[in-house]
C-alpha cells in the first residue's frame, strides 16, 4: 500500500468516525442514559442483588492519627527492640508493637505506615523504641 492510498484510507475513517458522532450527540440519543440513584437501586434488585444502606460500623474507616501526636501519654517511658525479619509485613510489626504496649492501635499505625507509603520502606534488623515516639518517629525509626 502506497503512501496515497493510506492516506485517502485515513481520511475516510476520520470522515466517517465525524459523520457517526455528528448524528450521536446531535439525535440527543446519549442524553438520559445515565441512571439515579433510584433507577440503578431498581435495576440492581431486578437482577437479584441485594442493596442495603450503609451501617454505622461500615462508615468508620481508620484514620491516621495526627503525626506529631504523641502516641500514649504516661510518666514513664518503656522501650522495646524490635527484631524487624525478611518478609515481615507491616501489619506484624502493628501488632508487635501493639501487644508490647508501644502503640495504642494496631490498625491506625498500620494505616499511617501505608497511608504515607512507609510499609514499603521498612529496613530489616533491630530498632529501639519506646512509647512517648510519635507514628513519624516510628516510621523514621523504621525505614532507616
Given at each position: 500500500m502506497n503512501k496515497a492510498r493510506l492516506?485517502?484510507?485515513?481520511?475516510?475513517?476520520i470522515f466517517t468516525t465525524t459523520i457517526f458522532a455528528a448524528f450521536y450527540y446531535g439525535t440527543?440519543?446519549?442524553?438520559?442514559?445515565?441512571p439515579t440513584a433510584e433507577e440503578a437501586k431498581?435495576?440492581?434488585?431486578?437482577?437479584g442483588f441485594v442493596v442495603t444502606l450503609p451501617t454505622e460500623e461500615a462508615k468508620k474507616t481508620v484514620q491516621p492519627k495526627d503525626p506529631d501526636k504523641v502516641i500514649m501519654e504516661k510518666e514513664e517511658a518503656s522501650t522495646y527492640t524490635i527484631k524487624v525479619k525478611t518478609n515481615m509485613t507491616t501489619a506484624e510489626i502493628a501488632d508487635l508493637l501493639s501487644k508490647e504496649k508501644i502503640i495504642d492501635d494496631a490498625a491506625e499505625?498500620?494505616?499511617?505506615?501505608?497511608?504515607r507509603?512507609?510499609?514499603?520502606?521498612i529496613q530489616i534488623g533491630e530498632f529501639?523504641?519506646?512509647n512517648n515516639m510519635t507514628y513519624r518517629?516510628?516510621?523514621?525509626?523504621?525505614?532507616?
Amino acid at each position: 500500500m502506497n503512501k496515497a492510498r493510506l492516506q485517502g484510507l485515513s481520511a475516510g475513517i476520520i470522515f466517517t468516525t465525524t459523520i457517526f458522532a455528528a448524528f450521536y450527540y446531535g439525535t440527543d440519543k446519549f442524553e438520559g442514559t445515565t441512571p439515579t440513584a433510584e433507577e440503578a437501586k431498581e435495576l440492581l434488585v431486578k437482577k437479584g442483588f441485594v442493596v442495603t444502606l450503609p451501617t454505622e460500623e461500615a462508615k468508620k474507616t481508620v484514620q491516621p492519627k495526627d503525626p506529631d501526636k504523641v502516641i500514649m501519654e504516661k510518666e514513664e517511658a518503656s522501650t522495646y527492640t524490635i527484631k524487624v525479619k525478611t518478609n515481615m509485613t507491616t501489619a506484624e510489626i502493628a501488632d508487635l508493637l501493639s501487644k508490647e504496649k508501644i502503640i495504642d492501635d494496631a490498625a491506625e499505625f498500620e494505616a499511617y505506615m501505608n497511608d504515607r507509603d512507609f510499609s514499603k520502606k521498612i529496613q530489616i534488623g533491630e530498632f529501639v523504641v519506646t512509647n512517648n515516639m510519635t507514628y513519624r518517629q516510628l516510621a523514621n525509626t523504621l525505614t532507616h
